[in-house]
């Protein structure tokens, strides 16, 4: 039988970016663009039209590793909010699932906007025969850890290289 862990984060945080709300929207739209720009400088590869493979970094615990990736798409909700949600891949292992949500939401404040975002990692492991005889506790501890590791500097490098690739777009003579 089959028996899974799992681990959770979720980071957030403000940015204020001088710019219009439209040219910011209209910038969000592309996600070709601003999602690969994004996640560097991890893997991401278009898998079908609004569809990406994201691979994660390698996560390493108790002498056990894991590389997870995921398929990611966005939702635009309106000009004010964008969502990126973890979609199901055809090729997508068994021993681990990963769940991912984000929202952008945008405030306009005279002529700047206010970026809030939010990432929402879930990773659900399958517990290898060996580890299964360890503690629930000392796993969870050691899994956690490593995928709060992982997961916060993914957040911060998303919301920093969104925000940098959007100047170089909205102003390309430097």
């Not at 916060?152 to 102003?171: E, F, G, K, W």
Request: glycine content about 6%.
């Amino acid at each position: 039988m089959m028996q899974f862990i799992s681990f959770k984060d979720s980071q957030q945080g403000e940015v204020t970016l001088q710019t219009g709300l439209s040219a910011l929207a209209q910038y969000l739209r592309n996600h070709a663009r601003w999602i690969p720009a994004g996640f560097k400088p991890l893997s991401v590869q278009p898998v079908l039209s609004g569809v990406y493979r994201l691979q994660l970094p390698e996560i390493k615990a108790l002498s056990f590793a894991v590389s997870p990736r995921l398929g990611l798409r966005q939702v635009e909700e309106s000009e004010c909010a964008y969502r990126l949600v973890s979609t199901p891949l055809d090729d997508d292992p068994r021993d681990y699932r990963v769940k991912f949500e984000s929202l952008l939401r945008l405030v306009p404040d005279g002529k700047a906007v206010r970026v809030f975002w939010e990432a929402n990692f879930v990773i659900d492991l399958e517990i290898a025969g060996f580890l299964q005889m360890l503690p629930q506790t000392m796993l969870q501890a050691a899994g956690q850890t490593a995928v709060q590791t992982m997961t916060a500097p993914i957040s911060r490098n998303l919301v920093h290289n969104l925000c940098q690739d959007y100047q170089v777009c909205s102003n390309p003579s430097g």
